[in-house]
């Protein structure tokens, strides 16, 4: 999809990070934009923005499947059958299994694999029907790579990444690309909103917030840019940033290092390092 002007491109997550930077990246493009956050104050700041763009917003929360099926007909509505779908919106929290609960675990599946699910039923025939069209799903380095304290996270964005590259298949000589995004380090502000459940002290939590967010190396514009060139050159795979080179890298070519790799990782890792304490 080389040409990108005159498009229509939906996008979750659009309330900030790299939701926020594809929004502001496409409309550039002369994209119209149909944007979706479940915090609609974020997605006002969004819109304010994007002055001088085609855009609409929609507050919405993507693990209601009649909300996205609804939501899929109100764009179809305002501005015809779309041509790119971002599947963005994602969640985090952070914890060993055996303290984590339940309540957040089935928090990061609703949302990270039942959102992607729910969206891309339901917007699907309206690729299908055009010339040629863009999934775009959301992974994650750790969709490559299980993480110390990251078991819950990982299980949804390796479920995001098989889902794709299922579809992917299936997809095969139809006018859908499907493309995985596996970012790794990005301030995306995720962090912020993340739960955490190592069961420490609220200032020993926000102490190790701070020190995860210094080591993030890419910003949701660079992230947005990948993004964006792998849409354009329907790349079934795109990696964000050097750490998610390496994770990559290290997953398929060399797995015997992956221990050792996870055992620096989780010693970098300031919420490990405070359980220890």
């Not at 015809?80 to 339940?102: F, H, L």
């Amino acid at each position: 999809m080389r040409i990108l002007t005159d498009k229509t491109a939906v996008i979750t997550g659009a309330g900030g990070g790299m939701g926020r930077a594809l929004a502001l990246t496409l409309a550039k493009e002369g994209v119209r934009l149909a944007l979706a956050d479940q915090n609609s104050s974020a997605l006002k700041e969004t819109l304010s923005l994007l002055k001088g763009s085609v855009v609409r917003t929609w507050t919405l929360d993507v693990t209601n499947r009649k909300a996205v099926e609804k939501f899929a007909a109100q764009v179809k509505r305002a501005f015809g059958p779309v041509d790119i779908v971002i599947n963005n919106a994602g969640v985090n929290s952070w914890g060993r299994v055996a303290d984590t609960k339940y309540e957040t675990l089935e928090w990061m599946i609703n949302v990270n694999v039942w959102g992607t699910i729910y969206m891309t039923k339901a917007f699907l025939p309206q690729l299908l029907s055009r010339k040629e069209s863009s999934l775009v799903n959301i992974s994650s380095a750790l969709g490559l790579m299980g993480f110390y304290g990251q078991a819950g996270y990982s299980a949804s964005k390796f479920a995001v990444r098989g889902f794709s590259e299922g579809l992917k298949h299936e997809l095969a000589g139809s006018p859908v690309s499907v493309t995985v995004v596996y970012p790794g380090g990005v301030r995306t502000g995720i962090h912020q909103r993340s739960r955490n459940e190592y069961g420490l002290s609220s200032k020993a939590k926000e102490t190790g917030r701070k020190e995860m967010e210094a080591g993030l190396k890419s910003t949701p514009q660079q992230a947005a840019e990948a993004i964006v060139k792998g849409i354009r050159s329907k790349k079934s795979k795109v990696l964000v940033g050097r750490d998610a080179v390496v994770i990559d890298l290290v997953s398929r070519f060399v797995p015997c290092l992956s221990g050792l790799y996870m055992s620096l990782a989780k010693k970098k890792d300031p919420f490990w390092k405070r359980v220890q304490k």
